[in-house]
């Protein structure tokens, strides 16, 4: 993988990282395949801000990963969103929450 030095890092345009913090420092560089693979690699070892600007990183990876013909697998985890586990949650607390019905 080419390697990024300070320099070309900070003149590199934001929009090549999958995150940029906001302080304005950017994570997981987009900007060739190499770097693509690593991001992808090192999504769940990134600390992100808030839940939103996760999603939005994993986002920019999956499409970055495509456009560049790189195969995604279906159990990576760059490649599951938000919305799976959303869906996990939202049907543990129907099971819950009828649980607590039958008990009334």
Request: charged letters at 45%; hydrophobic letters at 25%.
């Amino acid at each position: 993988m080419p390697e990024l030095d300070t320099e070309d890092r900070e003149k590199m345009d934001k929009r090549k990282f999958a995150y940029v913090d906001k302080e304005g420092e950017g994570h997981l560089p987009i900007n060739d395949d190499a770097h693509v693979r690593n991001a992808m690699a090192r999504f769940n070892q990134t600390d992100f801000e808030s839940g939103t600007k996760k999603e939005t990183a994993r986002k920019k990876i999956v499409t970055a990963a495509k456009r560049r013909g790189i195969k995604v697998a279906k159990k990576d985890n760059v490649a599951k969103g938000r919305k799976t586990a959303a869906r996990k949650t939202s049907s543990r607390k129907k099971t819950t929450s009828s649980s607590k019905k039958a008990g009334r």
